[in-house]
C-alpha cells in the first residue's frame, strides 16, 4: 500500500506539474495581450515613420479656414476658386514645414497637384516623374529655348475684396483671396516655380540655372492684406515671392495704421526665407518729378532703411507707379540696386535682359482676371 500510495502521489504530481508547465506559455500569452490592450494608443503612432513627403500629403487633408480664402460667398470667385481655396487652406500653419523653402523643383511639381481629383490636368501640366521633360535637364533646371528663358514676373498689389464697387482703380487693383489661391493653386498644378528677385537676378546676370517655369511673384506697397490673405497661402504651397514696401508706410504700420504692413510683420516675413523684401521707396513719390536730391533720398535711404531693419543687403527695387528715367536709373544702380522692376507689360528674358535689369517689365494680375485669363497671361 506504501507504495501504492506513493504510485498514486507521485503521478498526481507529475500531472500537476505537468499542468502548470502547460499553462506558462497561455498566462504569459495572456498578460500581452491585456497590457496591449490596456497601453495607450499613442505609442503605435509614435512608432510610425514620418510620411517623407509631408507638404502635398497634408496639403489635401487641411480644411478651408474662413481667414484664409476671404469671402468665399463672392459670386465672382465661388466656383473653382472657393473649391480650391478649401484644399488648400489650413487652420493651423504650424502645421506644415512651409516656412522652410522647398529646395528641389522635384518637391513642389511632384506634389502638387492637391485638387486633381476635381480640376482634370490640363494640356500644359508637367508630368511628374524622373524623366525629364524636353524645357528641362536632368537636374530639373529650365533648359533656354533658342538661348531665351522666359520668366513672368506676376504684379499684384491689394489681395482683398474691393472695398468700393464704384471704384474702378481699386477694382483693377485688388484679387480677391479666393481668386489669389485659385492662381497659386493653378501655378502649382501646372508646374511652376516661383524664384525670387535676387535668382532672377544670378540667371540673368551669370546664367544661373532656374527651376523649369520659373516665374516672380511681386506684390507692391506692403499692404496689410499681403500678410494677412497673401502669405498664409504662400506658405502654404512653399511658393516664393518678394513684397516691395514703402518704408514711411511701414513707419505707419508701426503706428498702428492697419492697411500697412508693419517692421515687425516685415521681418517675420524676410526670416522665413520664402519672401524677399524689395524697396519702393520712402514715400512712394513719381521719381521722375522730384529734385536729384530727393530722388537720391528716396532711392537710397529706402535701402538703407530696410537693410537696418533687416540686417542684409536689400537687391531689389520697384518703381512707384512704373515711373522712371534716365536720371533714376542712374541712381537705382548708384544707390546698389541689382535688379529692379517697371510696369511695363512683358516676361523678362535670362540671360538677354542684363543690360536692362534695372527696368525689368511684369505681367498684371488684374481685379476680375480668370484663371483662363490668368492662365493665358503667362502663355
Ligand atoms: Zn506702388
Known amino acids: 500500500m506504501e507504495q501504492g500510495k506513493h504510485g498514486v502521489r507521485r503521478p498526481a504530481k507529475a500531472w500537476l506539474h505537468t499542468r502548470w508547465v502547460s499553462l506558462v506559455p497561455a498566462l504569459i500569452l495572456i498578460f500581452f495581450v491585456a497590457s496591449a490592450a490596456m497601453s495607450p494608443r499613442t505609442t503605435q503612432a509614435v ?6 513627403i509631408t507638404p502635398p500629403a497634408q496639403l489635401t487633408a487641411l480644411s478651408p479656414s474662413p481667414d484664409a480664402v476671404g469671402n468665399a460667398t463672392d459670386p465672382v ?5 472657393a473649391f480650391i481655396a478649401g484644399g488648400l487652406a489650413a487652420t493651423n500653419d504650424e502645421v506644415q514645414p512651409s516656412a522652410t523653402p522647398l529646395p ?4 513642389t511639381s511632384t506634389p502638387a497637384v492637391p485638387t486633381a481629383t476635381a480640376i482634370p490636368p490640363t494640356p500644359t501640366s508637367t508630368p511628374s516623374g524622373p524623366t525629364p521633360t524636353p524645357d528641362q535637364d536632368a537636374a530639373g533646371n529650365a533648359q533656354p529655348v533658342d538661348g531665351t528663358i522666359r520668366v513672368p514676373v506676376l504684379m499684384y498689389h491689394y489681395i482683398r475684396i474691393n472695398p468700393v464697387a464704384s471704384d474702378r482703380l481699386g477694382y483693377g487693383l485688388s484679387v480677391p483671396p479666393t481668386d489669389f489661391a485659385a492662381q497659386m493653386a493653378w501655378l502649382v498644378q501646372n508646374g511652376y516655380h516661383a524664384v525670387f528677385p535676387s535668382e532672377l537676378t544670378a540667371a540673368i546676370t551669370r546664367a544661373a540655372p532656374l527651376p523649369t517655369k520659373p516665374i516672380v511673384l511681386t506684390f507692391d506697397d506692403g499692404y496689410r ?5 497673401a502669405w498664409p497661402v504662400l506658405k502654404q504651397y512653399g511658393l516664393k515671392s518678394s513684397s516691395a514696401v514703402i518704408t514711411s508706410f511701414a513707419d505707419k ?3 498702428g495704421d492697419l492697411s500697412y504692413m508693419n517692421w515687425n510683420m516685415i521681418g517675420e516675413l524676410d526670416r522665413s526665407g520664402l ?3 524689395a524697396s519702393h521707396t520712402l514715400s512712394h513719390p513719381d521719381l521722375t518729378r522730384l529734385s536729384p536730391g530727393q530722388r537720391w533720398a528716396e532711392l537710397s535711404q529706402s535701402k538703407d532703411l530696410i537693410e537696418r531693419h533687416l540686417g542684409h543687403p536689400c537687391v531689389a527695387f520697384v518703381y512707384p507707379s512704373g515711373r522712371y528715367d534716365g536720371a533714376t536709373l542712374a541712381d537705382a544702380k548708384r544707390a546698389g540696386y541689382q535688379i529692379a522692376f517697371t510696369t511695363n507689360d512683358g516676361k523678362v528674358r535670362a540671360p538677354q535682359d542684363s543690360g536692362t535689369i534695372l527696368q525689368l517689365p511684369r505681367v498684371r494680375v488684374a481685379g476680375g482676371t480668370t484663371i483662363a485669363g490668368f492662365a493665358k497671361n503667362l502663355g
Open 104 to 107: 528641389l523643383p522635384t518637391m
Open 275 to 277: 519672401v524677399e523684401i
Open 77 to 81: 470667385t465661388l466656383t473653382p476658386a
Open 47 to 52: 512608432d510610425e515613420p514620418a510620411d517623407p
Open 225 to 229: 492684406d499681403f500678410y494677412d490673405k
Open 253 to 255: 504700420g508701426d503706428r
